[in-house]
Structure formats: C-alpha cells, structure tokens
C-alpha cells in the first residue's frame, strides 16, 4: 500500500506560480498511477492532473492544461504539480492520489484507492 504526503501549498497572487510536491512511501509507487484532485469550498472533488506508471503518459482537465504540468521522480518516489499563471478559481485543497490504474481524464474520486491528507492553495486576486 501507499501512503501520500503533500507539501508546497500556500497563499500565492494571480499570475503566480505554486510547485505541489507529494511523496509517496510503499513498495508499489513505481507501479502506481499517480496524481491531483482538488476541492474547492462548497464544490466537488474533482480531478486535476494523471501520469502513469510506467510510461509517464500524463492528463490534463481542461481548465488546468497549458498552465499545470504533472511530473514525477521515480528515485525519489515523489510526484510533482508545477502550477502557472494562477487564478483565483484555482484555490483549493489540492489532494494527490495513487491508484494501480491509469483511467487518463476520466479518473474519478470514486476510483482512487489511496488518497493523501491534502494542501490548501489559496490564490488572490
């Protein structure tokens, strides 16, 4: 099993840029799917950013893609969320998550099995 643990949240302007770092313990990380959702106040969870097991393919949801890259150390068991030109409709509580398959834009909270204890982002405008 997996256990998650997120850093790098904090109070950032709009057009600022925020990195999420989430570090992963547990011999399955390197056979995980690996990624971000994010909660809002009042909103549903939803998802953010996927990148594979093996081959590192990475998704995007359409209101981050072009600003938010998805990347990840496998030496350092350690996925990343570099996030650009922030908007205040970013702020969130942004979770990672782990899963032993890859569902590409269609993962949904429902299908992650590990989740982490989240990092509030707050953007100002």
Known sequence: QVQLVESGGGLVQAGGSLRLSCAASGRTFSSSAMGWFRQAPGKEREFVAVISAVRGVT??????????????D??????????????????????????????????????????????????SS
């Open 59 to 72: 998704s995007y949801a359409d209101s981050v893609k072009g600003r938010f890259t998805i990347s990840k």
């Open 74 to 123: 496998n030496a350092k068991n350690t996925v990343y969320l570099q996030m650009n030109s922030l908007r205040p409709e970013d702020t969130a509580v942004y979770y990672c998550a782990a899963h032993s398959a890859y569902y590409g834009r269609s993962w949904s909270p429902a299908l992650v099995e590990v989740w982490g204890q989240g990092t509030l982002v707050t953007v």
